[in-house]
């Protein structure tokens, strides 16, 4: 009896095991094949891919890489957008978690009121910002300029940033920090030896959600900005669905240069995103 029960328990394992590989493998094909088809319609003049929108391309025609770099401009708003996503990610996760160290371990009487400040701002749309802050760019003359896009992308990560930062440094031990300031050590020694090295699955949660949003913004970058010089990825790829939005080939490539930086940002530290979203997750 025994023996049967632990047979139909074997099979029941296996029928389920083979479930989920069938449901991981029909996921991972829709992920896959969308990803696939646009590098492939990639490498098709307009005329291929009119005639041949599912295939494979007659002939692969580079040219359309070539075209769309030297026509988008993607030399420059690629660097723009580096420069825009590094920036930010620095100041959101050196200010969030000095922020969250504050708010969760030095408790005043202002604390609360504070905290709630810097967290309300998640509630507040971008439409619903958009307008007051074009209007406050515009009048301190930092409207097509480079700090007067950092200083609204900082501003809008922030509020996040010092939330997930206060809630996970919260579960810090006081125990730690009070026998450091009994040891006669300062809140910056605590912050720097005691915070940070504890506090990394939190900073890795809040860098990927802070780059992915930064390297994809288009509608502030796209409002503050009016010269190349001062532009992103992602406007340089909208400018090719207007014009040459009936050029299939080089839109289709554009798309493809403006998807391979996050890709091989994910395919490089795919483990550390992998370990830090889950420690951050079950951590907070």
């Not at 905290?115 to 701002?121: K, L």
């Not at 031990?173 to 009994?182: G, N, Y």
């Amino acid at each position: 009896m025994s023996s049967h029960i632990k047979d139909n328990t074997s099979v029941g394992r296996k029928i389920g095991m083979v479930l989920t590989y069938i449901v991981l493998i029909f996921f991972a094909i829709m992920a896959i094949a969308p990803l696939a088809w646009l590098i492939m319609s990639s490498f098709k003049t307009s005329q291929d891919y009119q005639t041949n929108r599912l295939g494979l391309p007659k002939t692969f025609f580079w040219q359309n890489y070539r075209d769309s770099w030297t026509r988008g401009h993607f030399g420059t708003y690629i660097i723009n957008s580096v420069i825009y996503t590094s920036i930010t990610v620095i100041f959101v996760l050196v200010f969030g978690l000095m922020s969250g160290f504050a708010f969760a371990k030095i408790r005043m009487k202002c604390t609360k009121i504070l905290y709630g400040s810097y967290v309300i701002g998640i509630l507040m749309t971008l439409q619903s910002i958009m307008i007051p802050l074009f209007v406050m760019i515009n009048q301190v003359g930092l409207y097509d300029t480079k700090l007067g896009v950092l200083i609204p992308y900082i501003g809008i990560g922030l509020p996040m940033g010092v939330y997930l930062c206060t809630e996970y440094i919260k579960s810090v031990p006081d125990a730690l920090v009070e026998s450091a300031r009994i040891d006669g050590a300062k809140y910056f020694r605590i912050f720097g030896s005691i915070i940070v090295p504890m506090a990394k699955p939190v900073a890795t949660t809040l860098a990927i959600l802070t780059i992915s949003g930064t390297w994809n913004e288009f509608m502030l970058i796209n409002m503050l900005t009016s010269s190349t010089k001062n532009k992103s990825l992602p406007v340089g790829i909208q400018s090719f669905a207007g014009a040459l939005s009936t050029d299939y080939g080089k839109l289709f490539a554009s798309l493809v240069i403006g998807l391979l930086p996050m890709l091989i940002f994910y395919l490089v530290f795919r483990k550390e995103i992998t370990k830090g979203v889950a420690a951050g997750a079950v951590k907070g």
